[in-house]
């Protein structure tokens, strides 16, 4: 696999960093995960912006433009002859002096990566089982609005999840609400809308989360934002995850307990598809 790396395409065995990198002594940096289908990276000047936004929020001195990153994908895919993957993007401060201060770690790090699609196909991926995680977020917290590289609650939850042979694990706030999942964001059906908790809950600005709610206004389904408890949640009309790589997730048990399926899930999965496969050029 080639990885593009400051300016450099090389093989994934020469792709290293220093280890006085401050994304990896500190996690002092950011990422994005992108599904590249067709060759095209769907909604990439969304995550785009989001980057950006972040470098900016952490004071990294990074602005490439929309052109220079999509020429950089271009050939990267080319050069690995790829048209189908998750591109990784991951952007560090760099090196600087030894101490929290970032003063003087003006030299970024740039990563882009390719990585295999999930299997979709697979039963597991359809239809998933979640557990309630012991680790929480924080509501009103502004680094849950980016994909910081500092993500050990969620690896944590993860991690739970994958003990207790679970798909995901849902994270919930200091408030005992409902925030998100390790790696999704959360959705559910009750008297015929579409909810989700507010960004303001602790819960990542998710580009797919943008996408579900731009189809939900354009099929006219009313659509919320609203804090919810973990009680509430299982007794929702159905409840379903939504990331860049698979789409809409439906959550069939949380915590052991079996939650309600609703066909409205599947039209807006199915809109949902219609969309990428119009922007993607697929058939």
Known sequence: MIVFINDDYVPENRAVVTVFDRGFLYGDGLFETVFVANGI????????????????????????????????VEELLKRNGITECALRIQLTRGIGARGYSPKNADDPTLVLSLHPPPNDTAPDHAQWKVITSSFTVYAGDPLTQYKTTNKLSNVCARAEADRNGANDALLLNHR??????????????????????????????????????????????????????????????????????????????????????????????????????KELGLR
Request: charged letters at 20%; aromatic letters at 8%.
């Open 41 to 72: 990276p769907f909604r990439f000047g969304q995550h785009l912006d989001r980057l950006r936004s972040g470098a900016q929020f952490l004071q990294i001195g990074w602005n490439d433009s929309d052109a220079v990153m999509n020429a950089r």
């Open 176 to 277: 005992r609400e409902v925030a998100e999942s390790s790696s999704a964001n959360v959705f559910w059906i009750a008297r015929d809308t579409v909810w989700t908790p507010p960004i303001e809950s602790g819960a990542l600005p998710g580009i797919t989360r943008a996408v579900v709610l731009e189809i939900c206004s354009a099929l006219e389904f009313h659509w919320e934002e609203c804090s919810i408890s973990l009680d509430a949640l299982k007794k929702a009309e159905a409840v379903f995850l939504t990331t860049s790589t698979r789409g809409l997730v439906e959550v069939t048990k949380i915590d052991g307990n079996s939650v309600a399926v609703s066909p409205i899930v599947d039209q807006l999965r199915a809109a949902y598809r219609i969309v990428q496969f």
